[in-house]
């Protein structure tokens, strides 16, 4: 029912930034927690940053001070400000939101992001 798509992931050199965008559609109900995962080859996916629909913030520790997630709840949308990004921030970038009322977790498409040396 929720569809998540996903924008804004593409090639950077280190040092680079990039803004992610992720926006829902289709929800009737609230989307208490909306988040950035990301994997890389051959590596488990991971939790990058997530926010709630109070606006409290969590990040991993390797983005803390690059990485900041924000949402705009009118709009549905959560983004990603990627700044001074490393070659080990290639992934591919997976938007995630939770529906509590639901129990249920939706996933985007994931978009992908290279950052070269």
């Known amino acids: 029912q929720v569809q998540l798509v996903e924008s804004g992931g593409g090639l950077v050199q280190a040092g680079g930034s990039l803004k992610l965008s992720c926006t829902a559609s289709?929800?009737?109900?609230?989307?208490?927690?909306m988040g950035w995962y990301r994997q890389a080859p051959g590596k488990e996916r991971e939790l990058v940053a997530s926010?709630?629909?109070?606006?409290?913030?969590n990040y991993r520790d390797s983005v803390k001070g690059r990485f900041t997630i924000s949402r705009d709840n009118a709009k549905n949308t959560v983004y990603l400000q990627m700044n001074s990004l490393k070659p080990e921030d290639t992934a591919v970038y997976y938007c995630?939101?939770?529906?509590?009322?639901?129990?249920?977790?939706?996933w985007g498409q994931g978009t992908q992001v290279t950052v070269s040396s």
């Open positions: 995630n939101a939770y529906q509590a009322i639901y129990t249920r977790s939706y």
């Open positions: 926010i709630t629909s109070g606006g409290s913030t």
């Open positions: 289709g929800s009737r109900f609230g989307l208490n927690t």
